[in-house]
C-alpha cells in the first residue's frame, strides 16, 4: 500500500514537473510568436504606408495628368476656334480683294484715254525728234526690253533708230483692238497692248531690238505721278516683230 502510494506520488510529481515544463516551453513559443507578429505588423504597416504614399503619388500623378489634359484640350479648342476665325478673315479678305481688283480695273478702263493720249503724244514727238520733250513723258528709270535707259544720249541713240511711230488705226486682226488695258494686277500700274505702225531708219535698226517696218505690237507700262497729275511711261517690251 505503501509503494502504491509512494507510486502515485511520484507519477503526480513527475505529471506536475511535466505540465510546468510544458507551459514555460509555451510561454516561451508564444513569447516568441507574439514577437514574430509583432515583427510581421510592423511590416505590413511599413509596407501599408508605402503603399498609401504610392497611392497617394499615382493619385496626384492622374489628377496632374487630367488637368494638364484639359488644359490641352481646351487650347486646341481655342486654336481651332482661332483658325475658324482666320479663314472666315481670309475669305472676307478675298472677296474684298477681288471688289478692289474689279474696282481698280474699272478705273484703269476708265482712264485709257488720258493713257492713250500721253502714248500718242510720246510718239509724236518721238517722230518729230524732239527727243527732249519725249524725255518728258518718262518715268525714273524707263526701260525697253528690260534694259534701263536713264542716260540721255543713250536713250536719244535708242529712239532716234525710229523715223516715225503712230497708234495704229487698226490692228492686223481687225477684231483686235489696238489699244488694249492689260489687267497686271498691280494697282498703281497701267499696262497697255498698244498696235503700232512704226518706220525705222535702215542704218539703225540694230539700235533698235524687237521691232522693225510696218506693224509692231508694244506692252507699255504707265504709273500715275500724283505731283504732276501726269502719266509717265515705265517701260515698253516688244512682244513681236511687224511687217515690212
Same mark, same amino acid.
Given at each position: 500500500m $505503501? $509503494?502504491?502510494v509512494v507510486i502515485m506520488i511520484s507519477a503526480l510529481v513527475l505529471f506536475t514537473f511535466l505540465m510546468l515544463n510544458y507551459l514555460l516551453w509555451d510561454k516561451e513559443n508564444l513569447q516568441k510568436q507574439r514577437e514574430t507578429d509583432k515583427i510581421e505588423q510592423d511590416w505590413l504597416r511599413g509596407q501599408n504606408r508605402i503603399l498609401s504614399a504610392t497611392v497617394e503619388e499615382l493619385e496626384q500623378t492622374n489628377s496632374k495628368l487630367e488637368k494638364e489634359a484639359k488644359e490641352y484640350k481646351d487650347k486646341i479648342a481655342e486654336l481651332e476656334s482661332q483658325m475658324q476665325l482666320l479663314q472666315q478673315? =481670309?475669305?472676307e479678305n478675298d472677296a474684298l480683294l477681288a471688289k478692289l481688283t474689279e474696282t481698280v480695273?474699272?478705273?484703269k478702263s476708265l482712264m485709257v484715254d488720258d493713257v492713250r493720249d500721253t502714248v500718242s503724244k510720246w510718239f509724236l514727238s518721238i517722230s518729230q525728234k524732239d527727243y527732249d520733250d519725249s524725255l518728258g513723258f518718262l518715268g525714273e528709270n524707263f526701260t525697253f526690253l528690260g534694259k534701263k535707259y536713264s542716260d540721255r544720249e543713250a536713250y536719244i541713240e535708242l529712239? #532716234?533708230?525710229i523715223d516715225s511711230i503712230? /497708234? +495704229? =488705226? $487698226? #490692228? +492686223?486682226?481687225? +477684231? $483686235?483692238e489696238t489699244f488694249t488695258v492689260i489687267e497686271d494686277g498691280e494697282p498703281e500700274i /497701267? #499696262?497697255?497692248q498698244v498696235v503700232v505702225q512704226a518706220y525705222i531708219i535702215d542704218e539703225k535698226k540694230t539700235n533698235l531690238p524687237g521691232m522693225d517696218d510696218g506693224t509692231n /505690237?508694244? =506692252?507699255i507700262r504707265l504709273s500715275y505721278n500724283k505731283i504732276s497729275k501726269n502719266w509717265a511711261i515705265l517701260s515698253v517690251i516688244p512682244k513681236n516683230v511687224g511687217n515690212p
Open positions: $505503501k $509503494k502504491f478673315k =481670309e475669305t480695273n474699272l478705273y529712239m #532716234s533708230a503712230t /497708234i +495704229a =488705226e $487698226k #490692228s +492686223a486682226n481687225d +477684231a $483686235k /497701267i #499696262s497697255v /505690237i508694244l =506692252e
